[in-house]
């Protein structure tokens, strides 16, 4: 079973507009949430991440919404460059919140130029 | 600051070959982790430590071993290498685990055949 769920595989975006990458949650129990970003051949790196008691939180040209009731999170990015492009997980705490992270499968965001 | 080293980054294995893939931190973290990634798919935890001598199991841990007898290192074993054990491996560490953002190695890239 799943409890992070990214439904979307692959997104494509020109360069300059939004991109917007969703992910939904099983376990009402969660109460942080992280994105990381990853290049081919590289490890997955911290992006950023949000707290429940939270509806939103940005840096720079990211911003991360977390909607409790619907159980889901959005990552924006605006503008988005070329730079981004790359597969993006989101993740939790396991159950406990003290507990290792759980991946969801990831979205691909291809920027266009 | 090399962060989390690991080796190797590619190996072909025969089935039922050993290894061990080595992993290597400089942060002086409590926690470390493996995951594995497989095409498509998110990260699913192996194994993870939270400190010298102390390991528990993730969501996958059949036909893998670890230890962690210092806090810098974390290796794991593959006794008898199966095709399905063919997948990306990362390894990871944080200072607490829960909402702390992890420290990723590059990977180590593992066929079976």
């Known amino acids: 079973d799943q409890q992070v769920k990214q439904n979307s595989p692959s997104l494509s975006v020109q360069e300059g507009r939004i991109s917007i990458l969703n992910c939904d949650y099983t376990?009402?129990?969660?109460?942080?949430f992280l994105w990381y970003k990853k290049y081919p051949a590289e490890g997955p790196t911290f992006l950023i991440s949000i707290s429940s008691i939270k509806d939103k939180n940005e840096d720079g040209r990211f911003t991360v919404f977390l909607n409790k009731s619907a159980k889901h999170l959005s990552l924006h990015i605006v503008p988005s460059q070329p730079g981004d492009s790359a597969v993006y997980f989101c993740a939790a705490p396991g159950e406990g919140g003290n507990t290792p992270l759980v991946f969801g499968k990831g979205t691909r965001l291809s920027v266009i130029a | 600051n090399a962060g989390v080293t690991q080796t190797p980054k590619f190996r072909i294995l025969k089935i039922g070959q050993s290894m061990t893939l080595q992993c290597t931190q400089d942060m002086n973290h409590n926690y470390m982790y493996w995951y594995r990634q497989d095409p498509g798919m998110g990260l699913k935890l192996i194994y993870y430590s939270v400190g010298a001598g102390i390991t528990d199991k993730g969501e996958v841990p059949n036909g893998y071993n670890v230890s962690r007898s210092t806090t810098e290192d974390f290796p794991l074993r593959l006794e008898l290498a199966a095709p399905s054990q063919t997948s990306v491996y990362f390894c990871?560490?944080?200072?607490?685990?829960?909402?702390?953002?992890?420290?990723f190695g590059s990977g180590t890239r593992l066929t079976v055949v």
């Open positions: 376990n009402s129990m969660f109460d942080y």
């Open positions: 990871a560490s944080s200072y607490l685990t829960g909402t702390y953002g992890y420290t």
